[in-house]
């Protein structure tokens, strides 16, 4: 703007030397050489940037104003700042050119007709690409972009004109939950249940090891969180924990008998061969439940490893579905001593309910 600022205090200088020069030649005796450099010159000067700097003032006003109205329309919303804010599950942000948004948490998408430009990597982004989190862009020339959010929530900062399409009715809290993610789904089906929380507001941690604790304290819910007043009791579960109600009801049952010597070992991992003991245990015990033999588990080149006091446990979770076999090169393996993920136990459990339960 000060580029236009100069020109105009020249023209308006030169008008009152001008004038000036023209009074000095009729013989006006008040105007002297002292009077032009002391006085006259450095008021013509004063009086030209007055009159440029309210005249670009009007102009800034002016577009500002223009700005405004075309952002506060009844077709959409607009802001200032690239400020975080919160977005759910499924929401499309459309923007036009020129608009700006800053990635945070969790994770989203953009689409669009043009070029969008990753300013912190200083690259173009192609149609369809995940956006890299702390990372800034802009929406290029006679482009529109769709951001749409594909965790179970998002923080984006947004800046200039968009529109905002709804998302999904239900939802998770979670950052770390995607729509790519093979548990996703189950995540989202033992969440609404209330069978699981987060580690945190919007942490599910799905690759965390789920602790025996965990588990019982998540059929527990299953059950409807019934009291016990009496029952086996453990040196290591004291009163007044968070899980202690939850034990002590699951070995009532018969769901648990402890990891020997009179303890429960509540932090101990939770390997996945204990976990479909306790749901088999639940489903026979607590529900009453009769099933046949089980599956054949002799095709799965691990199978020796299933502890004897797991085999029938195993072979009813594989025949039910409840466990289908990890991936391993060409060949599916049971896995059955290594630690369930959250992940993992969220996805038995709802092939548990929906199976078994239902």
């Known amino acids: 703007m000060r580029r236009y600022l100069r020109p105009l205090v020249l023209v308006l200088t030169c008008l009152l030397l001008a004038a000036a020069g023209y009074a000095a030649a009729s013989g006006d005796s008040l105007i002297s050489l002292s009077y032009l450099q002391k006085t006259f010159f450095p008021q013509a000067v004063q009086a030209g940037e007055k009159a440029g700097?309210?005249?670009?003032?009007?102009?800034?006003d002016k577009a500002k104003a223009s700005l405004d109205a075309a952002g506060s329309g009844e077709t959409g919303s607009y802001s200032d700042t690239l400020q975080s804010r919160s977005w759910t599950d499924g929401q499309i942000i459309t923007l036009k050119t020129g608009a700006g948004f800053l990635m945070l948490e969790g994770s989203a998408t953009v689409v669009h007709t043009g070029a969008v430009v990753?300013?912190?990597?200083?690259?173009?982004?192609?149609?369809?690409?995940?956006?890299?989190?702390n990372h800034r862009y802009l929406v290029g020339e006679s482009t529109d972009a769709a951001v749409t959010v594909r965790s179970?929530?998002?923080?984006?900062?947004?800046?200039?004109?968009?529109t905002l399409t709804p998302g999904k009715d239900k939802h998770t809290p979670f950052y770390d939950v995607r729509q790519v993610d093979w548990?996703?789904?189950?995540?989202?089906?033992?969440?609404?249940?209330?069978?699981?929380?987060?580690?945190?507001?919007?942490?599910f941690s799905p690759g965390l090891t789920m602790n025996r604790a965990m588990l019982m304290s998540v059929l527990h819910r299953l059950a409807g969180a019934p009291g016990v007043t009496d029952g086996p009791t453990?040196?290591?579960?004291?009163?007044?924990?968070?899980?202690?109600?939850?034990?002590?009801?699951?070995?009532?049952?018969?769901?648990?008998?402890?990891?020997?010597?009179?303890?429960?070992n509540p932090g101990g991992k939770i390997t996945r061969e204990q976990a479909v003991v306790m749901m088999y245990n639940y489903a026979v015990k607590y529900m009453g439940m009769e099933f046949g033999?089980?599956?054949?588990?002799?095709?799965?080149?691990?199978?020796?490893?299933?502890?004897?006091?797991?085999?029938?446990?195993?072979?009813?979770?594989?025949?039910?579905?409840?466990?289908?076999?990890?991936?391993?090169?060409?060949?599916?393996?049971?896995?059955?001593?290594?630690?369930?993920?959250?992940?993992?136990?969220?996805?038995?459990?709802?092939?548990?309910c929906e199976k078994i339960l239902a």
């Not at 700097?53 to 800034?60: A, K, R």
């Not at 179970?152 to 968009?162: K, M, P, S």
């Not at 924990?241 to 008998?257: D, F, N, S």
């Open 53 to 60: 700097n309210e005249l670009l003032q009007d102009t800034y």
């Open 118 to 133: 990753d300013v912190t990597a200083g690259e173009e982004v192609s149609s369809g690409a995940t956006l890299v989190q």
């Open 152 to 162: 179970g929530e998002a923080t984006l900062g947004v800046q200039g004109g968009y």
């Open 183 to 203: 548990y996703y789904e189950p995540v989202g089906y033992v969440y609404e249940r209330g069978l699981f929380s987060g580690m945190s507001t919007h942490q």
């Open 234 to 264: 453990f040196t290591d579960v004291p009163d007044g924990r968070w899980y202690t109600e939850a034990v002590r009801w699951g070995a009532a049952q018969g769901i648990t008998a402890g990891a020997g010597a009179g303890t429960f």
């Open 293 to 352: 033999a089980g599956a054949d588990l002799s095709r799965f080149p691990d199978q020796s490893r299933v502890s004897s006091w797991a085999r029938t446990a195993m072979g009813w979770a594989v025949e039910n579905g409840i466990i289908s076999g990890v991936r391993n090169g060409s060949s599916l393996t049971l896995e059955p001593g290594r630690s369930a993920t959250r992940a993992e136990m969220a996805t038995m459990l709802r092939a548990f």
